[in-house]
RNA sequence: GGCGACGUAGCCAAGUGGUUAAGGCGGGGGUCUGCAAAACCUCUAUCGGCGGUUCGAAUCCGCCCGUCGCCUCCA
């Protein structure tokens, strides 16, 4: 297979250092919570992990987590609570989301602040190869001492100081010098060290828990291309220099960046930081369409945020789970889909720089073939396990969303819609076969009890609640059904409508009716 | 100012020298259905503009127009 490196610019050949495949991915700095562009990244290096384990590797991921930097800091002053309070929240419901995206978690998740030990090492080590130098309580990396900075970033020193933003820090030999270590301030949390009370520099901590944890060369580094300068490139530079051993990294790899697509959502958030958590998208969309709408284009281009296109992922999702779910025995024989082609274009283009987008479109296409196959009923059980275990590659589930979600505003909508639909059932008496008339009789009563319970113990029992409004709705099917049988369409039309402003759909099949949650 | 991307149908997005220019969403027509829904069939682009290289370019080169990212904490 083959990856575009960072490094060199190019697609190369992928080859492992050793048997098992290291990678290292840039984990968050949990202060607030994560958002779209969080989920983009995260999502697509699950895809890696996930892929590389398809094709037989043994994976070593690890991902930090940075819980001591200055943004931290501040926000937990603001907040009056202490750095890992706040770290701890966020670690917390940053698991939460991702657990929620279907994002394996990685073998490891070394925090910053048990890494100190690791980076004075290395910072101690760097001075006494006269790549670092302490002046007063801060230590200094000494860019000029390395030939190859700004390879990764594809730019020299010269060109970099030709840029008008930088500014000389007063104690520094060289302007792009950068912090290894820095003296603390007094009220801010410090560790001992040679030079002082300080704590960690931006960029030292990645390099101490990569060399701690994967060793002096490893694979795989990825993260988002906003992290490819400066703090990639100065990993390199202090990781390399500490080490003597180059490449420090083998492959580097880097997504494109989220935007924010203000047009969709203008009335929404006008505020600047039009920034949309993971939670928040979660509560609209399944996470199954979120990866679909990652995923659906290449890792290294840039997204964009839309409802629109979301929404279309959603349908997306849809279509395949649709696909997935379908009747699996039939009586014509199993149907002849070549599953070995799928699957061989399937990693053919995925063995190229990971296309998920290809990739997707490989699901559609077995999908399609299905659909078809199904309806003139063959089995397609195979087919079936073929496309869940494809699209579990790319981290899909393909389960339908959950039933319900059981909240004072819906349970209103369900007992007013099924009292708007009784108000009409009079007209029930003209039917002319009295068992049918028995039959419905029976269902009305059965949903009046229950709807009865619902207003009842509404809000105190939430489990119950569910089930039974569960019930209403199977009842409400069944009621349906009978309905149709007696060519009351109206009655039958209306029970549908009012299931439809509950999120629910309903799809008449051979097999008899089902009903959905739409989101 | 420096470095680097991108511009393919109504929208999202593959493809990077020769294929009928993937796939998804949307839309039109049809099949199925009491009507729907789902599904299936079918239609829906000549690739920002202008030049050039080539037997042949969406794919290579040049210029122009437009959008964007990084250079500062950020996945």
Excluded at 74 to 96: D, F, I, W
Excluded at 261 to 276: C, F, P, Q, V
Aim: hydrophobic share 40%; with cysteine; charged share 25%.
């Amino acid at each position: 297979m083959k990856v575009f490196n960072t490094l060199s610019g190019q697609k190369e050949e992928f080859v492992p250092q050793g048997d098992e495949v290291t990678v290292y991915v840039c984990g968050i700095n949990p202060y607030a919570d994560a958002h779209i562009g969080h989920a983009m990244s995260y999502v697509f290096f699950d895809v890696v992990r996930r892929y590389l384990e398809f094709r037989g590797y043994k994976v070593k991921h690890v991902q930090n987590v940075t819980d001591i930097e200055d943004n931290i800091i501040a926000h937990a002053n603001k907040l009056g609570v202490s750095v890992p309070e706040l770290t701890q929240k966020y670690v917390e419901r940053y698991e939460e989301d991702m657990k929620a995206l279907n994002v394996l978690p990685a073998h490891g998740f070394p925090r910053a602040m048990g890494a100190i030990d690791k980076m004075i090492e290395i910072v101690q080590g760097l001075i006494e190869k006269g790549f670092a130098y302490a002046v007063s309580g801060n230590v200094y990396f000494r860019v000029r001492n390395v030939p190859d900075y700004g390879k990764l970033s594809g730019r020299s020193l010269e060109q970099m100081m030709a840029g008008a933003r930088i500014e000389p820090g007063e104690d520094k030999e060289h302007p792009m010098d950068f912090l290894l270590w820095k003296e603390s301030k007094p009220d801010e949390p410090s560790w001992d060290s040679p030079w002082g009370k300080g704590r960690p520099g931006w960029h030292i901590e990645c390099s101490a828990m990569s060399i701690r944890d994967l060793g002096e060369q490893i694979d795989i580094h990825g993260g988002g291309q906003d992290v490819l300068f400066p703090h990639h490139e100065n990993e390199i530079a202090q990781s390399e220099s500490f080490t003597g051993k180059k490449p420090f990294v083998k492959y580097w790899l880097h997504n494109g960046l989220l935007k924010m697509h203000e047009t969709d959502e203008a009335k929404m958030s006008r505020s600047l930081g039009n920034l949309i958590t993971i939670r928040e998208a979660l509560e609209k969309y399944s996470a199954d369409a979120i990866r679909i709408f990652v995923l659906s284009s290449y890792y290294r281009s840039p997204l964009t945020y839309s409802e629109e296109t979301l929404e279309a992922a959603e349908r997306g999702a849809e279509r395949l789970r649709q696909a997935a779910s379908r009747i699996r025995e039939g009586n014509q024989g199993e149907a002849q889909i070549d599953m070995a082609g799928y699957r061989n274009r399937f990693i053919e283009v995925m063995d190229d720089d990971f296309s998920t987008a290809q990739a997707l479109a490989t699901l559609f296409d077995l999908a399609r073939e299905i659909n078809r196959a199904d309806e003139t009923g063959m089995d397609v059980s195979k087919a079936c396990d073929t496309l869940v275990e494809l699209a579990g590659v790319l981290g899909l589930t393909l389960k339908e969303p959950e039933a319900l979600i059981i909240n004072p505003d819906y349970v209103g909508k369900l007992v007013a819609g099924w009292e708007s639909v009784e108000q009409n059932l009079a007209t029930i008496q003209t039917i002319p076969d009295e068992a049918i008339r028995v039959e419905i009789g029976n269902v009305v009563g059965l949903i009046d009890r229950n709807i009865e319970s619902i207003k009842e113990q509404l809000g105190e029992n939430v489990e119950g609640t569910l089930v039974l409004a569960n019930e209403v709705i199977k009842a409400q099917v069944d009621l349906r059904t009978h309905l149709r049988v007696a060519k009351q369409f109206q009655l039958a039309d209306e029970i549908r409508d009012g299931l439809g402003e509950l999120g629910i759909t309903l799809e008449d099949t051979s097999q008899g009716t089902v009903w959905k949650r739409k989101r």
